[in-house]
Every structure is written in C-alpha cells, then in structure tokens.
T-cell receptor
C-alpha cells in the first residue's frame, strides 16, 4: 500500500535559519502530494500542494517540489520565523485515499 | 466559505460509555474523513465516507463506527469507551469528484475518557 516517511523530529532552529523537512513516499499510480501544518490546539491546515511530477508548491515562503525520480517532496523555507513553530505533516492523496506521515515538530527560537 | 465544523469541541466520558462526534463538511464537499490523533502521535486513519457510503476503514475495532447523512454531514460513534480512546478526533472533507483534491480539516473534538 501507499506510505509516507517523514524526517523524524523534533527540529529546533534559530530564527532566520534555513529549514528542510524531508519527505519520501511510495505509491501506485499518480498521487497528489501535500504539506499540512498544525498549530497547537488546532486542526491541520493545508500549506501547499503539488499534483504532478516536477510541480512546485509554494505558500508563505515554504516550497516543495514533486520529484518522481526520487519519490520525494521535501519542504524548505529560506528563513524561518518563531511563528513557524508547529507540527508539519507530509501527505499523499490518490483516488480519495489519503496517507499521512507521522509529523515533524519544528521549534524556532528567537 | 465556511470551513469544516466539528462538535462538540471537548467531550468528557467515563469508561464503558458511548461518545458521538459530529462533523459538517464544507459546502459542496461529498467526502468526509475521520482521524484519531493521540497526544504526541500522528494521524491514524479511521473512516472515509462518500455519498453516504463507507469507502474505506482503518485498522480500528468495530466499536468505532459512523455514518454519513444525505446532507453529507457525518457522525462518529465510539462504543464501550476505553482510556486509550482519549485523543483529538479530526474530521476532514474534500471534493470527491476532483481528482486527488486536498482534505480540509476541522479543529477537532478533544475526547477525554476517565
């Protein structure tokens, strides 16, 4: 079956540091890939998406590129802020079925 | 556009009781998904409903059940509650007829079993 593997956390960075959270997947067919963010006490919010190979999703300074050759969808941000502290989930959706990674907790210190 | 709404926000039950959680999807969405998120853990897929039918079920015992109503809202029932059922229960909705469309989540119901 489909699976998503995320870089284990927690990840702690200083403000303005560069962020990478790795995500790799296995899937049959052509899934769409997503990053979600969860702030304390809230549900998951869609951060960005990519629907086909080589697509780049971007939002709020975050980016991720759908790499079919390496089955990866790594999340990056050039300069993190304290307000980016949250849990980040990588996910794939194919024909209605969803698969989420275990989540990576990011803490950004001033 | 109103988002996915879940009720109640918090629910406290004792062992052996039954809990009912409710979810209203975004208008126009026909698919509803339920997930369990225990403290400090990731999302565990529970159920997927579309057009009133159960499409997929996660690895949970039969005491976790649900249904989807004609207006696409959904209910999750947990019978014979156990302490380990304490968790945040998240509902999400999506367009079933848009290929690989994203899930939109509610803020969840925090269930505490004492």
């Amino acid at each position: 079956g489909d699976s998503v593997t995320q870089m284990e956390g927690p990840v702690t960075l200083s403000e303005e540091a560069f962020l990478t959270i790795n995500c790799t997947y296995t899937a049959t067919g052509y899934p769409s890939l997503f990053w979600y963010v969860q702030y304390p006490g809230e549900g998951l919010q869609l951060l960005l998406k990519a629907t086909k190979a080589d697509d780049k999703g971007s939002n709020k300074g975050f980016e991720a590129t759908y790499r079919k050759e390496t089955t990866s969808f790594h999340l990056e941000k050039g300069s993190v802020q304290v307000s980016d502290s949250a849990v980040y989930f990588c996910a794939l959706i194919h024909a209605g079925k969803s698969t989420f990674g275990d989540g990576t907790t990011l803490t950004v210190k001033p | 556009e109103a988002g996915v709404t879940q009720s109640p926000t918090h629910l406290i039950k004792t062992r052996g009781q039954q809990a009912t959680l409710r979810c209203s999807p975004i208008s126009g969405h026909t698919s509803v998904y339920w997930y369990q998120q225990a403290l400090g853990l990731g999302l565990q897929f529970l159920l997927w409903y579309d057009e009133g039918e159960e499409r997929n079920r996660g690895n949970f015992p039969p005491r976790f059940s649900g249904r989807q109503f004609p207006n696409y809202s959904s209910e999750l029932n947990v019978n014979a509650l156990e302490l380990e059922d304490s968790a945040l229960y998240l509902c999400a909705s999506s367009h079933r007829d848009r290929f690989n469309s994203p899930l939109h989540f509610g803020n969840g119901t925090r269930l505490t079993v004492t």
